[in-house]
């Protein structure tokens, strides 16, 4: 995927995303790649982007927002319909105390992927 990236923009992979993805983002600090080799100097694609976590936090609201960021479209709209939508279960109880007591009250809940999906941290 990367040698398609680099043949297709004349970019290296970290310069096309740095202008196309990371500068329009206003990432607080630079990523970094592993690299095949240093004679090469070409990132290992399937390594994904060593960052801060503010910046993996921003990633996330980009892909929340189908592609968008501060109301400006950075990602193409495609591709967010079939991603797996979290299903929550939130349930809350109340209890009061009858002999003049406090009122109680608890709550829980619980967020999971759908059967057949899996979370995965790789861009």
Same mark, same amino acid.
């Given at each position: 995927?990367?040698?398609?990236?680099?043949?297709?923009?004349?970019?290296?992979?970290?310069?096309?995303?740095?202008?196309?993805? #990371?500068?329009?983002?206003?990432?607080?600090?630079?990523?970094? #790649?592993?690299?095949?080799?240093?004679?090469?100097?070409?990132?290992?694609?399937?390594?994904?982007?060593?960052?801060?976590?503010?910046?993996?936090?921003?990633?996330?609201?980009?892909?929340?927002?189908?592609?968008?960021?501060?109301?400006? !479209?950075?990602? %193409?709209? *495609?591709?967010?319909?079939? !991603? %797996?939508?979290?299903?929550?279960? *939130?349930?809350?109880?109340?209890? *009061?105390?009858?002999?003049?007591? %406090?009122?109680? *009250?608890?709550?829980?809940?619980?967020?999971?992927?759908?059967?057949?999906?899996?979370?995965?941290?790789? #861009?």
């Amino acid at each position: 995927m990367g040698m398609i990236l680099e043949r297709a923009t004349s970019q290296q992979v970290a310069e096309f995303l740095e202008s196309r993805l #990371w500068q329009p983002l206003g990432a607080e600090a630079d990523a970094s #790649w592993s690299l095949d080799s240093e004679a090469s100097g070409f990132e290992k694609i399937k390594s994904g982007i060593n960052a801060r976590a503010i910046d993996f936090a921003k990633l996330g609201s980009l892909y929340l927002h189908e592609g968008e960021w501060n109301g400006r !479209r950075i990602l %193409p709209a *495609t591709g967010y319909a079939n !991603r %797996p939508q979290l299903a929550t279960n *939130t349930t809350r109880r109340r209890r *009061t105390d009858t002999g003049g007591g %406090p009122t109680v *009250t608890t709550s829980s809940a619980t967020t999971s992927l759908p059967v057949g999906t899996r979370a995965s941290s790789s #861009w």
